[in-house]
């Protein structure tokens, strides 16, 4: 009998053996890179041996009756014991996803992994006249010393079930859809070459008082620090350093000397991500960069064709991502999340504004990082004007080494502002304060807050920021503030924190309400972030009102930083800031893994369905509310409406909705204000149909009450 895999819409049809083999090859190459080839190939050759049952070959003749084809490979390599049993979960779950163990008496046919070994199946038995079970041997690496093995062990299993999940969709895309359109992008070696030809110009530049020269001499020290070993680094470069172009040459120079495979970027904010993108796409071009993030939208046209596929594996040589999708993959269980894992292996991963990476799964977060760096050869750049004191959460044979050139000397040099402790002031003498500035920036805990003093000192010239505004909205009154900005003009812009990074504005002065010291730090950033002004011109203010709020997840940020302001601590030093995350940390303890998801990991108990829906670094619960003031974004509501929530739809729709909390939802939901996009309740997307409530100064307003009169 011919067995068979797949039939596709020609009607070709392709050999169970063949694709078995070529999953396995292409499972065992991708592991070999982290020196676990036959575990690769073991796992691609037996996945699909279910598909040898007589119901599965009439399923592929037009039976629609569902046949497990996924537990057969699982259960061989389960009663296999040692170590093919830790390739049954990959196999279990390479479509459904990485299941927990489960308990002993565990009798769930879904699931858990025991439920599924004690499943009733199809004969598959004839597998044995194609396939050869092949040996496992031991791993080129082996744990160190201390290391929690169950967690060694999940990442390994993680690790190979991304390879086999990675090539069994490529083998079957490949079959499906006949010849590969995708690019994987140039070489390291000939993207270094394009960031030398881009700094040539640059490295001539040795006068150290100006400061394009203090910026080449960082850069020159980065390019001689990537011929170091492997290993996690830090880059603590002050704003306006030119830490982006520096720690991409650090990235390119290192992975070309190590001959490793592509930079990851990794950065907190998507409003960061595409002006950095650009500049990355500028110098190395547009191919071999890839934006990987929930805004980005690659529509599926022959010529975007090749990035659309990419995002699903990372196959390009620079990955531009957010933390929240590189955590998040790196603990999933699910096959589309956990295919891009294997090309994290040899890599260079550069966490932009590392300090942001959250508190409640720092201790995950740095226990995975840790496996990539020891095991799967990776190399770590921590990124940021306020390095996180991770010396202590890290195991004491791991050194961090420093890419900035005499960073304290750098600092100095850079200092472009006086950062004054105003301590608590009312609401009125802020609003006193405001309205006798030129040019002043005003950041407030929260977007009622940063609204209320809008609205009492709004006129010509004065401007209101916040996520209360749809991105596509935001960035135009960005617009406006950087053209009045640049030509001297009056400028007061009260915003929230979303202006504290990676946004490019520069005034004479900053009000900063109280919050962790790393904010403050980086809201005097667009402080004579220029430095057009002398350091005596221009002021950061930090300020308390006598109406404090707690914004949530921040209270011991904000406590800490309290303190050490009452001991008249400067929070522009370098120790300052280290003792501030030290005590942070310290105060925190166990809360640095909120969830408990390393105790997942325990005895041989894998529960990687368990983790993955408690690892989430965005917790609060929102609502996305589509805002039709524009013509786009009606005509995106008609496509919604007629089409339903495709992927591409919803990726563009993000562009113009404003997120908003549970209780703010509730009061709107209440009064009328909002309507569903589709009548799919079961979805988290509405539609304004208050237009009054938003405004082209301030967004949506939230101070809608339950009590409202609503004229219909």
Not at 363 to 391: D, W
Not at 447 to 474: C, F
Not at 560 to 577: A, F
Not at 664 to 678: Q, R, V
């Amino acid at each position: 009998m011919k067995y068979l895999a797949h039939i596709n819409a020609k009607h070709d049809e392709q050999l169970l053996k063949e694709h078995l083999k070529n999953t396995a090859e292409l499972a065992g190459k991708f592991a070999d890179n982290f020196g676990a080839y036959e575990w690769g190939y073991c796992c691609g050759l037996l996945h699909d041996i279910g598909k040898y049952s007589l119901k599965f070959q009439e399923r592929l003749h037009g039976n629609e009756e569902k046949v497990d084809h996924s537990t057969a490979g699982a259960k061989v390599c389960w009663d296999k014991k040692g170590a093919h049993q830790f390739l049954s979960y990959c196999i279990a779950g390479h479509h459904a996803g990485l299941p927990d163990t489960g308990g002993i008496s565990d009798m769930s046919t879904q699931g858990t992994m025991l439920g599924r070994l004690k499943k009733s199946l199809e004969d598959y038995q004839r597998f044995t006249e194609e396939i050869e079970i092949p040996e496992l041997k031991n791993l080129s690496f082996q744990p160190v010393e201390g290391e929690n093995l169950d967690f060694f062990a999940s990442m390994l299993i993680r690790m190979i079930y991304s390879c086999l999940v990675d090539a069994d969709y490529l083998d079957t895309e490949r079959f499906m859809d006949g010849e590969s359109i995708r690019n994987n992008g140039e070489p390291i070696e000939k993207l270094f070459e394009k960031l030398e030809s881009h700094i040539s110009g640059w490295l001539d530049n040795d006068d150290l008082n100006t400061i394009n020269g203090r910026r080449t001499e960082i850069l020159k020290h980065c390019l001689e620090m990537g011929k170091e070993q492997k290993g996690i680094f830090r880059l603590t470069v002050p704003t306006g350093g030119g830490k982006t172009v520096s720690s991409l040459a650090f990235a390119l120079k290192h992975a070309k000397e190590h001959h490793m495979e592509r930079i990851i970027y990794v950065i907190p904010y998507t409003s960061i991500i595409e002006q950095n993108a650009k500049i990355f796409a500028d110098i190395l071009g547009q191919d071999n960069v890839l934006e990987c993030h929930c805004a980005v939208d690659y529509e599926l046209n022959e010529e975007l064709k090749p990035m659309q596929l990419a995002t699903e594996n990372w196959d390009k040589p620079v990955i531009v991502t957010t933390s929240v999708q590189f955590f998040e993959s790196l603990f999933s269980n699910k096959p589309s999340k956990c295919r891009k894992l294997h090309n994290m292996t040899n890599s260079v991963i550069i966490f932009d504004e590392a300090q942001m990476i959250p508190n409640d799964y720092l201790k995950p977060c740095i226990s995975v990082l840790e496996q990539l760096l020891r095991y799967y050869g990776s190399s770590i750049v921590l990124c940021t004007a306020t390095q996180p004191a991770l010396k202590e959460l890290l195991s004491p044979e791991i050194k961090i080494r420093e890419l900035c050139a005499r960073m304290d000397e750098q600092f100095s040099f850079f200092k472009r502002v006086s950062v004054k402790n105003l301590d608590k002031i009312t609401q009125s003498e802020l609003i006193q304060r405001l309205e006798q500035e030129n040019q002043a920036l005003c950041i407030l805990n929260t977007k009622k807050r940063a609204q209320n003093i809008y609205q009492r000192i709004k006129r010509e010239g004065v401007y209101h920021l916040s996520t209360a505004m749809y991105p596509v909205h935001r960035k135009k009154v960005l617009n406006e503030i950087r053209e009045r900005l640049q030509k001297q003009e009056k400028c007061i812009v009260v915003s929230t924190s979303l202006v504290e990074a990676g946004v490019d504005l520069d005034f004479q002065t900053v009000y900063r309400q109280l919050a962790g010291a790393d904010s403050i730090i980086q809201a005097a950033g667009r402080c004579n972030r220029e430095g057009k002004r002398t350091e005596t011109e221009c002021f950061t203010y930090i300020f308390k009102l006598d109406q404090q709020e707690y914004v949530q997840g921040q209270r011991q940020q904000m406590e800490v930083t309290e303190g050490l302001l009452e001991e008249n601590k400067n929070l522009e030093e370098l120790n300052t800031i280290e003792q501030y995350f030290e005590m942070l940390y310290h105060f925190r303890g166990d809360s640095l893994d909120k969830k408990g998801i390393l105790k997942k990991f325990r005895k041989g108990n894998f529960q990687f369905a368990s983790a993955a829906r408690e690892f989430k670094l965005i917790e609060e619960k929102t609502k996305s509310i589509l805002v039709p003031k524009e013509e786009a974004a009606q005509i995106l509501l008609s496509q919604i409406r007629i089409k339903g929530f495709t992927k591409e739809l919803v990726r563009k729709m993000g562009h113009y909705c404003v997120n908003v909390y549970e209780n703010d939802f509730n009061k709107m939901y209440a009064l009328g204000m909002l309507g569903e996009i589709t009548g799919d309740s079961k979805t988290d997307c509405y539609v304004l149909n208050s237009l009054g409530k938003y405004t082209d100064d301030m967004g949506l307003t939230l101070d809608s009450e339950y009590g409202e009169a609503i004229l219909i």
